[in-house]
């Protein structure tokens, strides 16, 4: 490995990517995005989780005084819309808009048999003001007891799969189809020519797409912090290790898929096949706990399942060390897997 | 003079054709070498085997009398038919990359006075004209004050004032002492800048050595033209050897009097009348019994 040739390298790749204006600000603004989709949608009170309609000729007035006489209507994380038209408002309990309608000057209601919330709802209009049907308390028998804690709410468990999320676009995009066009165009045809070895090369791509990655995964998470004020409960210092080894393994498995390529259909097509289940099957947006066992097995052939074990142990467990440390090593294990791979079968050509 | 690169028997294949099929010659130090041929004729696949990009399915590369390994990249200046630079690089970012690859450096300010970049030092190398671009692809390729310099087409796409250029170029690089290998189809080319010259067409060697020379060996006539118009009756009815290419007549002569007179006994009119040498264009008609393939 010869350090000066690794330099020159990489300071070139740094150079393009800087000058290269559309990229930049698309990496500098998607981030953004992001952070502000996440502050539009979970800044605030923690939203409603039904939506009931309320038909009357003055719903307004008519729901305050059943809010004195009926526990139902008292009940949070119900949110009680006002309606005009009751076909209309019917419509939508028949579309699952509405979870349920009331016509309060007819003492009548309206659930759909399909709709789960409607279910549940009812159960809750039925229970909420009598004593359930069981032979010794509303609790069937069962002892209430209680603990206290910080929410975690569902944006705190949600934010490592996002980060990790565009870690993995970033690696495999920014490094697999790069590598592509530079075969493409020649650019690694004329750099065989010299004496640079393809450690040396791909080395330098995956320290430079490292840093960007780790620059910008620190700039989502920092921003959309000062929005949102999520948990983090484990070492920043254990986070950083976390997504540093994620990202290499990300950037070399995009250098494997690189590896022999020339063709940008074909490399973005991989690139896709690649990215999209492991998107929906490493626990991004939601868990895994309740899928097929081969589903789950099948995630954990992914990298980024991994990273998101481990990020989510780190910032809301508060896992140390140990704790992470299969993640960490599986996570080793693939990067080194891949950058094998990937060294051995590139091609200049 | 010693030999400094010595190819035999070479061979490349690519499925069942055989691109180059037994390829032997000697590149002298300090002269100037040209492959020439038509398209498809073997002389890219030849020169990159001789680079170290491609492998030789059969045959031996020497170079100084060893075989060609690591180190010959950095004795070796490789200029490609085309090349890519990485985007928004300027020329001297190039070749500031290119020359930190080498442990031995040709000086910047040499570099850029011998290629004549300093007009256009800190433009994105994407924005230069096509024969910029060849001059900064000829810079990249003398970065490392290389012993052997290959050149593949360096001049195809370029205009005539742009051609005319870069041959300046290398003649100057061969007066600085460098041993070049040039790949070309323009006969033109090659009779300008080479020493010695092979003609390559399916893969082989057909002939090879001096331009001069061989032009002597297999020519001792010079060809007379004349518009078809100024040729009152059929040409090929004149007792001269013949042959009509579109609006022009070329008649081959070892006695160019001789031929003149025959002419104005049959009153052919003299007044655009033109006579010019055999060429190597000529001489590759002559071998191969075909146009080259431009």
Same mark, same amino acid.
């Given at each position: 490995?010869?350090?000066?040739?690794?330099?020159?390298?990489?300071?070139?790749?740094?150079?393009?990517?800087?000058?290269?204006?559309?990229?930049?600000?698309?990496?500098?603004?998607?981030?953004?995005?992001?952070?502000?989709?996440?502050?539009?949608?979970?800044?605030?009170?923690?939203?409603?989780?039904?939506?009931?309609?309320?038909?009357?000729?003055?719903?307004?007035?008519?729901?305050?005084?059943?809010?004195?006489?009926?526990?139902?209507?008292?009940?949070?994380?119900?949110?009680?819309?006002?309606?005009?038209?009751?076909?209309?408002?019917?419509?939508?309990?028949?579309?699952?808009?509405?979870?349920?309608?009331?016509?309060?000057?007819?003492?009548?209601?309206?659930?759909?048999?399909?709709?789960?919330?409607?279910?549940?709802?009812?159960?809750?209009?039925?229970?909420?003001?009598?004593?359930?049907?069981?032979?010794?308390?509303?609790?069937?028998?069962?002892?209430?007891?209680?603990?206290?804690?910080?929410?975690?709410?569902?944006?705190?468990?949600?934010?490592?799969?996002?980060?990790?999320?565009?870690?993995?676009?970033?690696?495999?995009?920014?490094?697999?189809?790069?590598?592509?066009?530079?075969?493409?165009?020649?650019?690694?045809?004329?750099?065989?020519?010299?004496?640079?070895?393809?450690?040396?090369?791909?080395?330098?791509?995956?320290?430079?797409?490292?840093?960007?990655?780790?620059?910008?995964?620190?700039?989502?998470?920092?921003?959309? /912090?000062?929005?949102?004020?999520?948990? $983090? %409960?484990? *070492?920043?210092?254990?986070?950083? !290790?976390?997504? #540093?080894?994620?990202? +290499?393994?990300?950037?070399?498995?995009?250098?494997?898929?690189?590896?022999?390529?020339?063709?940008?259909?074909?490399?973005?097509?991989?690139? /896709?096949?690649?990215?999209?289940?492991? $998107? %929906?099957? *490493?626990?991004?947006?939601?868990? !895994?706990?309740? #899928?097929?066992?081969? +589903?789950?097995?099948?995630?954990?052939?992914?990298?980024?399942?991994?990273?998101?074990?481990?990020?989510?142990?780190?910032?809301?467990?508060?896992?140390?060390?140990?704790?992470?440390?299969?993640?960490?090593?599986?996570?080793?294990?693939?990067?080194?897997?891949?950058?094998?791979?990937?060294?051995?079968?590139?091609?200049?050509? | 003079?010693?030999?400094?690169?010595?190819?035999?028997?070479?061979?490349?294949?690519?499925?069942?054709?055989?691109?180059?099929?037994?390829?032997?010659?000697?590149?002298?130090?300090?002269?100037?070498?040209?492959?020439?041929?038509?398209?498809?004729?073997?002389?890219?696949?030849?020169?990159?085997?001789?680079?170290?990009?491609?492998?030789?399915?059969?045959?031996?590369?020497?170079?100084?009398?060893?075989?060609?390994?690591?180190?010959?990249?950095?004795?070796?200046?490789?200029?490609?038919?085309?090349?890519?630079?990485?985007?928004?690089?300027?020329?001297?970012?190039?070749?500031?990359?290119?020359?930190?690859?080498?442990?031995?450096?040709?000086?910047?300010?040499?570099?850029?006075?011998?290629?004549?970049?300093?007009?256009?030092?800190?433009?994105?190398?994407?924005?230069?004209?096509?024969?910029?671009?060849?001059?900064?692809?000829?810079?990249?390729?003398?970065?490392?004050?290389?012993?052997?310099?290959?050149?593949?087409?360096?001049?195809?796409?370029?205009?005539?004032?742009?051609?005319?250029?870069?041959?300046?170029?290398?003649?100057?690089?061969?007066?600085?002492?460098?041993?070049?290998?040039?790949?070309?189809?323009?006969?033109?080319?090659?009779?300008?800048?080479?020493?010695?010259?092979?003609?390559?067409?399916?893969?082989?060697?057909?002939?090879?050595?001096?331009?001069?020379?061989?032009?002597?060996?297999?020519?001792?006539?010079?060809?007379?033209?004349?518009?078809?118009?100024?040729?009152?009756?059929?040409?090929?009815?004149?007792?001269?050897?013949?042959?009509?290419?579109?609006?022009?007549?070329?008649?081959?002569?070892?006695?160019?009097?001789?031929?003149?007179?025959?002419?104005?006994?049959?009153?052919?009119?003299?007044?655009?009348?033109?006579?010019?040498?055999?060429?190597?264009?000529?001489?590759?008609?002559?071998?191969?019994?075909?146009?080259?393939?431009?």
């Amino acid at each position: 490995m010869n350090w000066h040739r690794f330099l020159a390298v990489l300071k070139a790749r740094n150079r393009e990517f800087i000058r290269d204006r559309s990229a930049l600000g698309w990496n500098v603004m998607f981030p953004l995005l992001i952070v502000a989709g996440f502050a539009f949608a979970f800044s605030g009170k923690p939203m409603d989780l039904y939506k009931v309609g309320v038909y009357a000729a003055d719903p307004v007035q008519k729901l305050a005084s059943l809010r004195e006489t009926q526990a139902f209507f008292r009940t949070d994380y119900i949110q009680f819309i006002p309606v005009t038209g009751l076909a209309s408002a019917i419509t939508k309990v028949e579309r699952h808009q509405l979870d349920m309608l009331f016509d309060l000057d007819r003492q009548r209601y309206w659930v759909n048999r399909d709709s789960p919330k409607g279910y549940i709802l009812e159960r809750v209009l039925r229970g909420a003001d009598t004593v359930a049907d069981t032979t010794n308390s509303p609790t069937g028998g069962f002892q209430r007891q209680t603990v206290t804690g910080r929410e975690i709410r569902y944006v705190e468990w949600l934010i490592p799969g996002i980060l990790a999320m565009n870690m993995m676009f970033s690696a495999l995009f920014g490094v697999g189809y790069v590598i592509v066009r530079y075969r493409k165009s020649g650019v690694l045809r004329r750099l065989q020519a010299t004496p640079l070895t393809a450690l040396e090369f791909l080395s330098a791509q995956v320290v430079s797409r490292l840093w960007l990655i780790i620059a910008i995964t620190s700039g989502i998470y920092a921003g959309a /912090n000062l929005f949102i004020d999520f948990s $983090m %409960f484990g *070492s920043y210092l254990l986070l950083l !290790l976390v997504f #540093t080894l994620g990202a +290499i393994s990300l950037i070399s498995l995009g250098l494997l898929v690189a590896a022999r390529i020339a063709s940008e259909e074909l490399a973005g097509g991989i690139l /896709n096949v690649l990215s999209w289940p492991m $998107m %929906f099957l *490493s626990g991004v947006w939601f868990s !895994l706990e309740g #899928t097929p066992p081969l +589903i789950q097995k099948l995630a954990l052939l992914f990298p980024l399942t991994h990273i998101i074990d481990a990020a989510r142990a780190v910032m809301i467990d508060g896992a140390g060390l140990a704790g992470i440390s299969t993640q960490l090593i599986v996570l080793t294990l693939m990067s080194a897997i891949f950058l094998l791979l990937g060294a051995v079968l590139f091609r200049w050509k | 003079m010693a030999v400094l690169l010595q190819a035999t028997n070479l061979v490349k294949r690519f499925g069942d054709v055989a691109a180059v099929n037994g390829v032997s010659f000697g590149l002298e130090a300090g002269t100037c070498f040209g492959l020439l041929g038509p398209n498809g004729a073997g002389k890219t696949t030849t020169l990159e085997m001789l680079e170290g990009i491609a492998d030789a399915d059969e045959g031996e590369i020497l170079y100084r009398g060893k075989p060609v390994g690591a180190e010959f990249r950095n004795d070796a200046g490789i200029m490609f038919q085309t090349t890519a630079l990485q985007d928004y690089m300027t020329v001297r970012e190039a070749l500031e990359m290119f020359g930190s690859f080498y442990p031995r450096t040709t000086p910047m300010a040499e570099l850029i006075e011998t290629c004549a970049l300093s007009e256009f030092l800190d433009r994105d190398s994407r924005k230069l004209s096509g024969g910029q671009r060849q001059r900064l692809l000829l810079a990249i390729a003398l970065v490392n004050d290389p012993q052997v310099v290959f050149l593949d087409e360096p001049t195809t796409g370029l205009d005539p004032q742009a051609r005319h250029n870069l041959w300046a170029l290398v003649k100057r690089i061969r007066a600085q002492g460098k041993t070049i290998l040039l790949t070309t189809h323009y006969m033109e080319e090659a009779y300008e800048l080479c020493d010695e010259i092979a003609i390559m067409d399916h893969g082989k060697i057909i002939t090879r050595g001096s331009p001069k020379a061989l032009l002597a060996e297999h020519f001792d006539e010079v060809v007379l033209q004349l518009p078809r118009a100024d040729i009152l009756g059929d040409p090929d009815e004149l007792p001269l050897p013949v042959t009509v290419h579109g609006d022009t007549v070329e008649i081959l002569s070892r006695d160019i009097n001789t031929t003149i007179r025959t002419l104005l006994d049959h009153d052919v009119s003299l007044a655009g009348l033109q006579i010019r040498p055999r060429t190597l264009e000529d001489l590759f008609l002559a071998l191969t019994g075909e146009a080259l393939r431009a």
